[in-house]
């Protein structure tokens, strides 16, 4: 049975291009705004089973809150339709539905109230939704004195103590401590187990693998995949890596006429120029030295791969044309998040496994018999310095692989856990 169903639906904002602040400015231009149209959903089709949980993934401003407001019903699609078949709750935002002027106890009943409950109902559940925020202490203050944390709180619990059929939760989880955070996960799974539908917007991929069953992504408001949570994960981590690339390629056609008119002035055998330039920064300058032409991940067959599954061996390759090199060089491999914290980077001065003697042309390989890391999209980037410890080349994002973890399991590396029990006779 459908819960949610969702059919074409696209939403417009009309944005203005000029305020005028004044009557006179207004009387002056006849009252009208100029202004342009920003369309943040673009005709969206998607169903929601129920009894299901469905992530919503996408970056800010992909139009994954503007999504949940319509079907909530607090904005109208400009086309399209939104059928919902059941009771509806709604944590979209910190505080939403609360008045800063009146009590937590006030609150309560008003948010209550507003999805449709009537006093005595609300006199029955008054004493769980306190002892579930967590709140006794405070309940007859003004909210506008409480917390993020304390916001967070009153609202999810009025939400999940109304019986909803249908739970739609925007980035809430994120908001309070981390018991907090763990009490509400708790209580999803509860509504999970007893059939309820969800709807959660969350930028945490570790909750869509752990919790949903279903996810979508939305890209620029349009709906770029639908269906099994592992692949939603994927198709969302490809849209954060592409618009890396596209934005750190956007950073470098800006600076490239700077940098090459500093390489220019430069002679080739200068070493002064590597010393100068050769400080952690990329530069047209130290390529004269070694360019890398090609990035080549490959699984323990051989094969050409972009993704791997936790635990596989991995081979990175990057090809690479070099001039005025004459002597043996020592490597830095690291792998990093999409965060730049760095996952794995090799010590400068070990001999054994970082030092190369390099061709004219050829390719640097670095061989991972087992893969320790989980789920995730990783960064390679290569580093290249002589004796003097002189960079010779230094270059992030050469290119990106995923890791992908068909398991439950969270955290960043794989290990073997086995529990084993011991009985004291």
């Given at each position: 049975m459908?819960?949610v169903?969702?059919?074409g639906?696209s939403k417009?904002?009309r944005?203005?291009d000029?305020?005028?602040n004044?009557?006179?400015?207004r009387v002056?231009?006849?009252?009208?705004v100029?202004?342009?149209?920003?369309w943040a959903?673009?005709?969206?089709?998607?169903?929601i089973?129920?009894g299901?949980?469905?992530?919503?993934?996408?970056?800010?401003?992909s139009g994954?809150?503007t999504?949940?407001?319509?079907?909530?019903?607090i904005?109208?699609?400009?086309?399209?339709?939104?059928?919902?078949?059941?009771r509806?709750?709604?944590?979209?935002?910190l505080g939403?539905?609360?008045?800063?002027?009146?009590?937590?106890?006030?609150n309560?009943?008003?948010?209550?109230?507003?999805?449709?409950?009537?006093?005595?109902?609300?006199?029955?559940?008054?004493?769980?939704?306190?002892e579930?925020?967590e709140?006794?202490?405070f309940?007859?203050?003004?909210?506008?004195?409480y917390s993020?944390?304390?916001y967070a709180r009153?609202?999810f619990?009025?939400?999940?103590?109304?019986?909803?059929d249908i739970?739609?939760?925007?980035?809430v989880?994120?908001v309070?401590?981390?018991?907090?955070?763990?009490?509400?996960m708790?209580?999803i799974?509860?509504?999970?187990?007893?059939?309820?539908?969800?709807?959660?917007?969350?930028?945490?991929?570790?909750q869509v693998?752990?919790?949903?069953d279903?996810?979508?992504?939305?890209?620029k408001?349009?709906?770029?995949y639908?269906?099994d949570?592992?692949?939603?994960?994927?198709?969302?981590?490809d849209?954060?890596?592409?618009?890396?690339?596209?934005?750190e390629a956007?950073?470098?056609?800006?600076?490239t006429?700077?940098?090459?008119d500093?390489?220019?002035?430069i002679p080739e055998?200068?070493?002064h120029?590597r010393l100068?330039?050769?400080?952690?920064k990329s530069?047209?300058?130290?390529?004269r030295?070694v360019?890398?032409t090609?990035?080549?991940?490959?699984n323990?067959?051989g094969?050409?791969?972009?993704?791997?599954?936790?635990?596989?061996?991995?081979?990175?390759?990057f090809?690479?044309?070099?001039?005025?090199?004459?002597e043996?060089?020592?490597s830095?491999?690291?792998?990093?998040?999409?965060r730049?914290?760095t996952?794995?980077?090799?010590?400068?001065?070990?001999?054994l496994?970082s030092?190369?003697?390099?061709g004219?042309?050829?390719?640097?390989?670095f061989?991972?018999e087992?893969?320790?890391?989980?789920?995730?999209?990783?960064?390679?980037s290569?580093?290249?310095?002589d004796?003097q410890?002189r960079?010779?080349?230094?270059?992030?994002?050469?290119d990106?692989?995923s890791v992908?973890?068909?398991?439950k399991?969270t955290?960043?590396?794989n290990i073997?856990?086995?529990?084993v029990v011991e009985?004291?006779?």
């Amino acid at each position: 049975m459908i819960s949610v169903s969702i059919e074409g639906v696209s939403k417009r904002f009309r944005l203005p291009d000029q305020r005028f602040n004044s009557l006179k400015e207004r009387v002056m231009h006849f009252g009208k705004v100029p202004y342009h149209e920003f369309w943040a959903l673009k005709d969206i089709d998607l169903e929601i089973q129920e009894g299901t949980t469905t992530g919503l993934l996408g970056r800010n401003g992909s139009g994954k809150s503007t999504l949940l407001k319509c079907i909530a019903g607090i904005l109208q699609p400009t086309n399209g339709q939104i059928v919902v078949k059941g009771r509806l709750a709604s944590m979209l935002e910190l505080g939403s539905g609360f008045h800063p002027d009146l009590s937590g106890r006030d609150n309560v009943y008003l948010n209550a109230s507003l999805l449709g409950f009537t006093k005595k109902d609300i006199d029955i559940r008054f004493d769980s939704i306190v002892e579930f925020a967590e709140l006794s202490e405070f309940i007859d203050s003004q909210v506008k004195h409480y917390s993020s944390g304390m916001y967070a709180r009153l609202g999810f619990a009025v939400a999940v103590n109304v019986d909803p059929d249908i739970l739609l939760v925007d980035e809430v989880l994120a908001v309070g401590d981390e018991a907090f955070q763990n009490k509400c996960m708790d209580r999803i799974k509860q509504f999970q187990a007893e059939g309820r539908t969800i709807i959660l917007v969350t930028h945490g991929t570790d909750q869509v693998r752990q919790v949903c069953d279903y996810a979508a992504v939305l890209s620029k408001g349009n709906l770029v995949y639908k269906g099994d949570s592992l692949e939603s994960i994927r198709s969302y981590r490809d849209i954060l890596v592409n618009d890396a690339n596209s934005e750190e390629a956007a950073h470098v056609a800006a600076s490239t006429e700077t940098t090459a008119d500093t390489a220019d002035k430069i002679p080739e055998d200068s070493e002064h120029s590597r010393l100068d330039l050769g400080n952690g920064k990329s530069s047209s300058a130290l390529e004269r030295y070694v360019e890398v032409t090609s990035v080549t991940f490959r699984n323990k067959m051989g094969e050409k791969i972009n993704s791997i599954p936790s635990g596989e061996s991995l081979s990175v390759e990057f090809g690479y044309n070099s001039k005025n090199i004459n002597e043996d060089l020592f490597s830095v491999f690291s792998i990093y998040t999409v965060r730049g914290e760095t996952v794995y980077q090799n010590y400068l001065r070990d001999e054994l496994y970082s030092i190369l003697a390099l061709g004219e042309k050829g390719t640097i390989k670095f061989d991972i018999e087992q893969l320790p890391l989980l789920d995730g999209t990783f960064k390679v980037s290569l580093g290249l310095y002589d004796s003097q410890n002189r960079c010779v080349f230094l270059r992030d994002s050469l290119d990106s692989f995923s890791v992908t973890n068909p398991t439950k399991n969270t955290g960043f590396v794989n290990i073997i856990v086995k529990p084993v029990v011991e009985i004291d006779s």
